[in-house]
């Protein structure tokens, strides 16, 4: 090979390595410059991320066992819009399988500046599981927990709900919340640009919530609220609330309110509607607040059972004049008789013997003015009377002028009941393992007192001339008292919307059951015509539910 050859093929080799520098070169510029953006996001996709694991919400279950609030399976779909190569046929195609809106979703589908939106929260799993067999581009699935009420409609009020985050909103929902949310558990992956997951870094597993379990008895709840149901619908009432406890304990078996509404559809409820009445809503209680004024006077020895008044048709009382709630010629009654006929006459007379000091001081020791501390969320304390006029002393005793929830005058006639042991209302029994402590039982005045109310509370529905007679239990002896009380208006109180109301305890001879009904303007005023037979329907479903023996001969009388 010659010189000049050599020198040629050096020089085209050399041009050769040029060219291909000169490539490489035009190649990165490529890459580096016009390209970076796309590389950047391909990179940015392939990248460690932390996934969280939501825990399973703890379930609520009655006294009996029975679920009230469980979790679901569920699936969540969601796209990214970046991902998503035909963002209508993506839209048409969840609208036919989940049945979203297709036009509302397309929108948000071809929005390219968007990384993750929400096609539908919470689906049918089984229908994402059609959707994600389609293998469209930029779908993703993940499972979640769906918050349901298998008994729908029952303790809705109660329960409250959770929404679709599972985390508690309203009544035990919220109020347990800490107790039935656990703690989530998290997984640190990497992926590729396509989103696939490549490796598994780590795992934290989730802790389910605790489970809550209830007093609530689920069939005494479903039948309280059917007979509050029947009994609005009869009377044409606006509303009514109920409760059934065992006055022994403080245990809620019942708490109920109309009109229901279906827990799973909360979200098309109106917040007024959800309210739990029987702890939120205060009333003018009428002649079931008596109990407090006699009790009073038979435990500061002023009087006894059998002590004998002498009882005009009305009474003066500084600037006003207060009737019965019938009219009657002037009488001879004694206490006992006061109570069973409710005389207005009798129970103010008692309470002027008592004197304003002592009337007060017997309010708030059957609790009247405060919280029960019922583990309910919104609990109202209840009115007592601003300040006290000449006539406040003729109203509060007869229940004007003073304001009880219904789980506070419950409460009341469960310290008659349970020889004057006042218990705290409570509806959690316990949460996982954990029995909740409860506060002990208060003395509010003696088993003889309690004795004497209890025998006086028979005749209310026993007696010839007791109000109650309606609320008779075939089979068991009923101790309770009749309310009828006009609403207050602006300047006084009106003369066609009422409060009708009983609350009474089976068996008298060994109490079980407090149940008190309350009904909200019905068409009928009187206590003992409206809420006396309900009382009569829950108390009889309830003993049979329970178990408990009769305790009475057909007639009513006592069993030996």
Do not use: C
Request: charged content about 20%; glycine content about 10%.
């Amino acid at each position: 090979m010659t010189t000049r050859q050599s020198n040629r093929r050096i020089r085209l080799l050399l041009g050769l390595f040029v060219l291909v520098f000169a490539g490489t070169l035009a190649r990165a510029v490529w890459i580096q410059g016009v390209q970076a953006s796309r590389f950047e996001g391909m990179a940015e996709r392939q990248h460690e991320g932390t996934t969280v694991i939501p825990a399973g919400r703890g379930t609520i279950f009655d006294r009996t066992g029975e679920p009230l609030a469980i979790g679901e399976q569920a699936t969540t779909v969601y796209a990214d819009p970046r991902e998503v190569k035909n963002p209508r046929r993506v839209a048409l195609a969840a609208a036919k399988a989940l049945g979203v809106d297709a036009e509302k979703l397309y929108p948000a589908l071809a929005d390219r500046s968007r990384h993750f939106v929400y096609v539908k929260r919470k689906a049918d799993p089984a229908k994402a599981a059609a959707l994600e067999k389609l293998n469209l581009p930029g779908l993703g699935f993940y499972a979640e927990e769906l918050r349901y009420y298998p008994q729908r409609g029952v303790a809705a009020h109660v329960l409250g709900y959770a929404g679709v985050d599972n985390d508690g909103l309203e009544g035990l929902e919220r109020s347990q919340d800490k107790a039935l949310v656990g703690k989530p558990g998290s997984q640190t992956t990497v992926r590729d640009p396509t989103g696939r997951v490549i490796d598994v870094i780590a795992t934290k597993p989730e802790r389910a919530g605790d489970d809550v379990f209830l007093t609530i008895d689920h069939r005494i709840q479903s039948n309280a609220e059917s007979v509050l149901r029947e009994t609005v619908k009869k009377w044409g009432a606006k509303g009514g609330s109920a409760v059934v406890l065992d006055p022994r304990t403080g245990g809620v078996l019942a708490m109920a309110v109309a009109p229901g509404y279906d827990a799973n559809k909360f979200g098309a409820t109106p917040a007024s509607k959800r309210r739990n009445r029987v702890v939120t809503d205060v009333y003018e209680p009428g002649s079931t607040f008596k109990v407090v004024t006699v009790a009073a006077a038979l435990s500061e020895k002023i009087v006894s059972p059998t002590t004998p008044f002498t009882l005009p048709t009305s009474i003066r009382v500084a600037d006003r004049i207060i009737h019965e709630h019938e009219p009657r010629p002037t009488q001879r009654m004694t206490v006992a008789q006061i109570l069973s006929q409710s005389s207005n006459v009798g129970t103010i007379t008692l309470a002027q013997m008592l004197g304003r000091s002592r009337v007060e001081n017997w309010i708030g020791r059957f609790g009247f003015g405060k919280a029960t501390g019922v583990d309910a969320p919104g609990e109202a304390r209840g009115l007592l009377p601003g300040y006290w006029s000449g006539s406040t002393i003729g109203n509060v005793p007869i229940g004007q002028g003073i304001g009880v929830t219904p789980i506070q005058m419950a409460a009341a006639y469960g310290a008659i009941a349970n020889e004057g042991v006042y218990r705290t209302p409570y509806l959690v029994e316990r949460v996982g393992n954990e029995l909740h402590a409860r506060a002990k039982g208060r003395r509010v005045f003696s088993k003889t007192v309690s004795a004497q109310m209890m025998a006086m509370l028979r005749d209310v529905v026993s007696a010839e001339g007791g109000t109650g007679a309606a609320a008779a239990v075939p089979g068991y002896t009923v101790a309770g008292k009749t309310g009828t009380a006009a609403k207050p208006v602006p300047g006084g109180y009106s003369t066609t919307k009422y409060v009708a109301s009983f609350v009474g305890v089976v068996p008298a001879k060994d109490p079980r059951l407090v149940v008190l009904v309350s009904i909200d303007e019905p068409s009928t005023i009187w206590g003992g015509v409206v809420a006396a037979p309900a009382f009569s329907d829950i108390a009889r479903s309830s003993l049979v539910e329970l178990e408990i023996a009769p305790d009475a001969t057909p007639d009513g009388s006592a069993t030996r």
